[in-house]
């Protein structure tokens, strides 16, 4: 009853380290772990840093060439079916999550606590590079743009499962669900919400999800990450996951082909934002500002999944 960690990586050298030492660190569980680290197309010392560790620690090392951070899990997933025959839970992290000791151990405790639910979040605490603005603490939803949970224990919306920290039963893949690799970081503006995505779509399978705040990660943000355009950017990508989740909205009424709300909300949050700059109100205009990117997201996406329509009509 071991336990395997897939992770996926691109250009992780700067933050790889820190979170290997925490490996380094790490609690054994029962029948103990190892790790699987897919470098999706890195151009810097990344392979040289997980080989480093692959001396010390339980890792092992692929590549890829550049296709997304979802195609890296699958891959990863694919050779753990394949290699690691006794693990019986699959976690899943992030480069930059470094875990308290007891992260696997309460992750397999969560696990054996549960068995009608196959899918499980763990708690996902901020690592400041940098102290925080004001600003961020108080107008930035920190789960959307940071993936900091803030939830009870207990069974849980799958939509509320993040990637830094995140366990799926071996029989949730034995049964062929996967990782959308059209979601996810990836080059340009990508819709965010891959774990989002695949939780949901296993939970409509039949499956349950469950979160605990005793596996614990701390996910580290960059102070570049602490600025407007940044958090606005992710406010976009948010908004296009966010589309994406919603699923059908053929039943609202629409202008050029897309619900016509949208265009009603993001014109509203425009005029907010024209407001406040006439106010002088800085903190009101960013606020404005981030629903007006989040909107103009799921707009965005809005016209993707219409013209895709089309093209196959």
Not at 27 to 34: D, I, K, L, N, R
Not at 50 to 77: D, M, T, W
Not at 95 to 120: G, I, K, S
């Amino acid at each position: 009853m071991s336990m395997i960690i897939i992770m996926a990586t691109c250009n992780g050298a700067k933050t790889l380290p820190k979170v290997f030492e925490g490996y380094a660190n790490l609690a054994q569980p029962v029948g103990g772990w190892s790790a699987i680290v897919v470098d999706d197309g890195s151009d810097d010392e990344t392979r040289s840093i997980v080989e480093s560790y692959a001396k010390l620690l339980p890792i092992e090392y692929v590549h890829q060439e550049r296709s997304g951070k979802n195609a890296a899990l699958n891959r990863g997933v694919e050779l753990a079916l394949q290699r690691r025959p006794a693990a019986e839970l699959f976690v899943m992290t992030d480069d930059d999550a470094t875990p308290e000791p007891d992260w696997l151990v309460a992750m397999q405790a969560c696990m054996l606590e549960n068995a009608d639910y196959d899918l499980f979040g763990g708690a996902i605490l901020p690592d400041w590079g940098a102290p925080p603005p004001d600003w961020v603490l108080r107008h930035v939803p920190l789960g959307l743009a940071f993936a900091i949970t803030n939830f009870s224990d207990g069974p849980i919306q799958p939509g509320a499962i993040w990637g830094p920290n995140m366990a799926v039963r071996r029989r949730v893949f034995e049964a062929g669900h996967r990782f959308n690799p059209n979601v996810g970081p990836n080059r340009g503006n990508y819709i965010m919400g891959s774990e989002t995505e695949f939780n949901k779509r296993v939970v409509a399978a039949g499956h349950k999800a469950w979160f605990s705040n005793n596996p614990r990660v701390n996910h580290f943000i960059r102070p570049h990450q602490l600025t407007e355009e940044f958090c606005l950017g992710r406010a976009f990508r948010g908004g296009r996951g966010t589309c994406l989740e919603t699923g059908d909205m053929t039943h609202f009424p629409t202008l050029f082909g897309v619900p016509r709300w949208l265009y009603t909300k993001k014109m509203r949050h425009a005029l907010q934002i024209a407001l406040a700059t006439l106010r002088g109100d800085s903190e009101a205009k960013f606020k404005a500002r981030f629903h007006y990117h989040h909107t103009r997201g799921f707009l965005h996406q809005a016209h993707d999944l219409k013209n895709a329509a089309s093209r196959k009509q």
